[in-house]
Nanobody
Framework: QVQLMEAGGDLVQAGGSLRLSCVVP????????MGWHRQVPGKQRELVAT???????YYSDSLRARFTISRDNAKNTVYLQMKNLKLEDTAVYYC??????????????WGQGTQVIVSS
């Protein structure tokens, strides 16, 4: 079982910035693809960004200009830097861990989520 511990969600004014973090204890963090997703009540969870073990990033087209995903393997932590936040960024943000193990298959774990509220 892999545990993901998110932090950083907060109430922030529109136009402001916020940085989310997700710590994954253990010795497999640096092998995993990490990601951030978000979900609004009543809607499907949507991909925000991912970062591979080698640091290759992928972003939702609508968010790439304002959001930056990064990782610090020495700290077993993945970050999501969000700037120029908009009301529509209000959501619960979830950290995701994905690791393919030969002969076993994909391991896929989620954090509990951290709430981001953007106010006008």
């Amino acid at each position: 079982q892999v545990q993901l511990m998110e932090a950083g969600g907060d109430l922030v004014q529109a136009g402001g910035s916020l940085r989310l973090s997700c710590v994954v204890p253990g010795d497999t963090f640096d092998l995993a693809t990490m990601g951030w997703h978000r979900q609004v009540p009543g809607k499907q969870r949507e991909l925000v960004a991912t970062i591979s073990k080698s640091g290759t990033t992928y972003y939702s087209d609508s968010l790439r200009a304002r959001f930056t995903i990064s990782r610090d393997n020495a700290k077993n932590t993945v970050y999501l830097q969000m700037k120029n936040l908009k009301l529509e960024d209000t959501a619960v943000y979830y950290c995701n861990y994905k690791l393919w193990r030969p002969g076993i298959g994909a391991e896929n774990y989620w954090g509990q989520g951290t709430q981001v509220i953007v106010s006008s």
